[in-house]
């Protein structure tokens, strides 16, 4: 294969499967759900009962730890899951917030809302979560919080951070939006934190089309991330805290309730949620092994005693100086020429983008509801050397979840053919 010319060059292609996307899967269990539902005209639903009820519970018996099981709240997105838990955790202006540069903006985003600043942290180059290192660096007197992404699904390392923030006596917010499923020591992710956050965004693990849903041990932190999102009905019932019963009428201006039919997806995914990342770990390790050979290209490698929760996303890491300095741009194009899916990735680090650079004048001029804890000059830019490096060096392939035996083996062989003929692409 290697000695054939390359399709960019006229040569045959080395993908022929016609492999489309086969994400996210609805089979005939989620369409009956949410017929039941329709049928039943349930399109919403108050308080905590019904399917909503019935999918918090289960997640969080599936987030259970030596037989206790966390609070489960669910919300109309990750991103509103994320914002509750900062409002519960009592997050606001004056408080320092270490969170990853390499992350999704919906990580960050939500500590604008509550006035909180977010403080960039570098990422850690074997895994792409957050570097420890890096966040022992950025704490002062005024850090209230460290989050962590569980990006592309590997865990953080949740040892080493849980006493990181038990020694400075900081709240841990796990972002596992990624990683529904994932495990350290056989322990999920989501359950070393103070509070862990997931969307369940249609591309995810597990996919309910747009929702979230948080988990935590603390009944102070469940009842103020309850009374931002939700109200009246289910505020009443559930919140016994004084200061908080007599807002429960109104809650505190939001409106994040999970949708009924969301919620019975997310109940049928949650079934079947280990078996389909069972199937992703067995493609994507496929994937690693053919991949592994190929000089130029690094495949991700899962720690010891982890295990990825779906394999979110894959992103290989190129090494130009393997193949003679050929840019990366170059490089994918002659892979897609050979039926190969590759793009560059997106989340790119967060730490240089306009929203998180903003000063006090700036944001009063956009009418933004935070300008005022921000600063009158422009914030320093927080160094993340390490992700400003690796970023533009990795490549995002499809997370295969089917039967996918026949198209990974020639992936493979069109990676040996484009990296053996780098001296042609120059």
């Not at 108050?46 to 206790?68: C, L, M, N, P, T």
């Not at 022992?136 to 989050?147: G, N, P, Q």
């Not at 509070?195 to 929702?211: I, Q, W």
């Not at 130009?320 to 840019?327: S, Y």
């Amino acid at each position: 294969m290697t000695n054939e010319p390359l399709a960019l060059h006229g040569g045959a292609p080395a993908v022929t499967d016609q492999w489309q996307q086969d994400w996210p899967f609805v089979g005939p269990e989620e369409i009956a759900a949410v017929t039941r539902l329709l049928e039943r005209r349930v399109l919403s639903i108050y308080d905590r009962s019904g399917i909503v009820a019935e999918f918090e519970d289960a997640f969080a018996s599936y987030h259970s730890v030596d037989g206790k099981t966390p609070l489960a709240l669910s919300h109309s997105s990750g991103t509103s899951s994320l914002h509750a838990a900062y409002f519960g955790l009592g997050l606001g202006p004056g408080d320092e917030v270490i969170v990853p540069t390499y992350t999704f903006l919906a990580t960050v985003t939500p500590l604008l809302q509550v006035g909180a600043t977010p403080v960039f942290a570098d990422l850690d180059p074997a895994n792409l979560t957050v570097d420890l290192g890096s966040v022992e660096s950025r704490i002062t007197s005024r850090t209230r919080a460290i989050v962590v992404t569980h990006m592309w699904g590997h865990p953080a390392d949740m040892a080493s951070l849980t006493a990181l923030a038990r020694r400075f006596q900081l709240h841990l917010v796990e972002d596992c939006s990624h990683a529904h499923g994932a495990t350290v020591d056989g322990r999920k992710v989501g359950t070393f934190g103070t509070v862990g956050c997931f969307s369940l965004e249609g591309h995810k693990a597990l996919a309910a089309g747009e929702g979230g849903i948080l988990i935590t041990r603390s009944r102070e932190v469940y009842e103020r991330a309850l009374m931002l999102g939700h109200f009246g009905r289910r505020a009443k019932d559930e919140v016994l805290d004084d200061s908080l019963r007599r807002f429960v009428e109104t809650g505190f201006g939001h409106k994040y309730r999970m949708h009924p039919l969301a919620a019975a997806i997310a109940l049928e995914q949650l079934k079947r949620l280990d078996d389909r990342n069972e199937r992703r770990r067995v493609n994507l390790e496929a994937l690693g092994a053919v991949l592994a050979p190929v000089p130029g290209v690094h495949p991700p490698r899962t720690a010891a005693r982890m295990t990825r929760g779906g394999w979110y996303g894959y992103k290989p890491r190129y090494a130009a100086d393997e193949l003679g300095g050929l840019p990366l741009a170059r490089f994918m194009t002659a892979l897609r020429a050979e039926g190969v899916k590759v793009k560059e990735p997106g989340s790119p680090p967060l730490h240089r983008l306009p929203v998180f650079r903003l000063t006090k004048s700036t944001a009063r001029d956009l009418a933004l509801p935070w300008a005022e804890t921000l600063p009158v000059c422009e914030p320093p830019l927080w160094e993340c050397p390490i992700a400003d490096e690796v970023y533009p060096q990795l490549m995002s392939l499809p997370t295969f979840s089917g039967d996918c035996s026949a198209v990974i083996a020639q992936y493979g062989r069109a990676f040996a053919k484009v990296a053996s003929q780098w001296r042609e692409l120059l």
